[in-house]
């Protein structure tokens, strides 16, 4: 599974570099965002007016159920959308948006992006492209969450983390600012768990701490303990 999300992934990048190039040819209803860690993008239940494109950074998705448990849907890297559900009709947010570390993003307007998908079809089956690739990786991490134990989900979530966009070839890469927290909130797990999880894989040689809380990924000897 993680060769498939491997090479999925190096698609997905192809396909987001193209989008970028597109994007420019967009002049009205389109506005470049700067925004810091912690900001948010929309929150669960506003009118749905806009789509969002990451050009650098990451942003998690998450939802909040009527009983008030929280669950992460999926985080996001450069040549990510967000907020695709503003192309259906008169929509809401059916998820709130964070942005993880420092970013700029494309803020597109709803009316400006569905004249580009009509105007460029090459844009419009890139971006086709990357909302199923996005789908089929959600898939895979609900089967993650419903047959894998905590160590393998945080493995997996730690190679998706470090392979966001643009770093999907170096073998490794550092995920910036990431708590043990956040990390038990993805992987559906307590803090305590992933503590002695990530004190284990650190001993293997798998990952290493760097300053301010962040987190070094040996990406290609985490992939062999997974796929092994």
Avoid: W
């Amino acid at each position: 599974m993680q060769r498939t999300r491997k090479a999925r992934a190096l698609k997905s990048e192809k396909a987001g570099l193209t989008i970028e190039s597109l994007l420019r040819k967009i002049v009205r209803g389109k506005t470049l965002l700067k925004r810091r860690k912690g900001a948010k993008l929309f929150s669960q239940g506003e009118a749905a007016d806009s789509i969002y494109f990451i050009q650098t950074g990451k942003a998690q998705l998450t939802v909040v159920s009527a009983h008030g448990k929280k669950a992460v849907l999926g985080m996001m890297g450069p040549s990510d959308f967000l907020g695709e559900e503003c192309l259906v009709g008169d929509s809401r947010r059916t998820s709130t948006a964070t942005v993880l570390a420092a970013s700029t993003i494309f803020r597109i307007e709803k009316r400006a992006m569905l004249q580009a998908m009509h105007l460029q079809p090459e844009f419009c089956e890139d971006f086709v492209a990357l909302l199923l690739a996005r789908s089929v990786n959600m898939e895979e991490d609900l089967c993650d969450q419903l047959f894998n134990h905590s160590e393998l989900r945080l493995a997996c979530v730690l190679l998706k983390l470090s392979r966001a966009g643009r770093h999907a070839r170096l073998p490794e890469t550092t995920v910036p600012g990431i708590t043990h927290k956040k990390l038990a909130e993805i992987v559906g797990t307590t803090p305590s768990k992933i503590i002695f999880f990530m004190n284990k894989f650190r001993k293997l040689g798998l990952i290493d701490y760097r300053g301010d809380g962040d987190v070094q990924v040996m990406s290609e000897r985490l992939t062999d303990m997974v796929i092994s």
